[in-house]
């Protein structure tokens, strides 16, 4: 009997939300303030940090566009590490994104919708646990439910919060009673070493508001016609998001003007409140809400299918490679990984988590992004309906800046590094395991 597999059913317009819908979570909504604050209150140079991170983002969509396109198989950025550079560089990236990144992510954005949800109902410890664990089952269930379902879900979800954004940015830019202080405050600071350290802290939290872009990767395997749609679909959610980025940003300097926006880790709620009063808190907040539940939702979609590709290749739980047969779905992968986001959730702290994920991702964003020198160089007839524009340097800009923002953490925060690379560490004696399993299955 052959073996269940995956069915191609994301449009490009689907792969486009994915994109969108993944990254937008809670950063944009309390990024923005740290990132004033670390270059030193000056708008100018805080747009251009958001700005950098946009152009590194989309040099990595750039570079996994073509990946995608010449390996349109489920499992992304796992698939391109384990064609370049073998099985076990891939697995440790399976097992990080599993026990770290993606369940981390996930995890993180759990806690941050129970703070939320505050707004609207008292909560205590117990209950903000049990409301993020609730939120990560329910979009574990919409994720069994049916790839269809939840790329409509995660559709939905993403064009409110889009629309919510755009339409918060008019209303905000409008107001302007930030504006006059605008001229004084942008490119003023000095230029040295504390603004140029401060920059770098702020890259860090403004690639955690980019975080998710890669993660369309995963989902190839069931896009439709992937050579063509893969690459735009990356490429286009990646550059919509930057544009929203900043003019979410502009939004939130007119309405506070830059000291105020600086002081405040709620500058979208306190921009609000400022343009239309004090009862329009809760507006932000719902917003806030449904864009955190539409990334949780679009990590379990994709990243579910990493840990399906691992179980196919033999280094993973076996019953992970399954595929539903009503559903279609690889639905006990993303059962077992929503179960460990629960666990993740109930015992670590935000910011902790936050640590954890940048560190890790980046590491293998580094890896992946390389895999493209090694795949040019070892299936040099490979069908690209996409190239990756402005090869070599391209991919290389965006493996070098991966690498160094990885050093980067390493210096500012040892001990939680040290902890990320242990988790990784782990992955050896386990991939070891299921090797001998493997071949012991084989030999029986």
Known sequence: MPEASLTRTLRLRDLVFIVIGTVIG????????????????DVGYALVVWVLGGVLSLLGALTYGELGGMIPEAGGAYVYVRDAFGPLPAFLLGWTLFFVISTGSVATLAVAFAEYLRQFVPLGPTARTLAAALMISVVGAVNVRGTRHSASVQNWSTGIKVAAILAMSVVLLGSGHGLPELRSATFTARLGPSLLSGAG???????????GWANVAASAGEALDPQRTFPRGIVIGTVTLVAIYLLANVAYIAALGPAAAARTDRVAADAVRASLGPGAGTLIAAAVLVAMFS???GLTLTNSRVYYAMARDGVFFRKLAEIHPRFGTPAFSVLVSSAWAIALAATGSFEQLFTYVIFAAWVFYALAGASVFVLRRRRPDAPRPFRVPGYPWTPLVFVASAAAIVLNTIWARPQRSLLGLGVVALGLPAYHAWRRARARAADG
Do not use: D
Not at 26 to 41: C, D, H, K, M, Y
Not at 201 to 211: C, D, R
């Open 295 to 297: 990334a949780a939702n």
């Open 26 to 41: 809670s950063g944009i909504f309390v990024v923005p303030g740290a990132v004033l604050r670390q270059t030193e209150g």
């Open 201 to 211: 802290v702020a890259m860090i939290a403004v690639l955690w508001a980019y975080e």
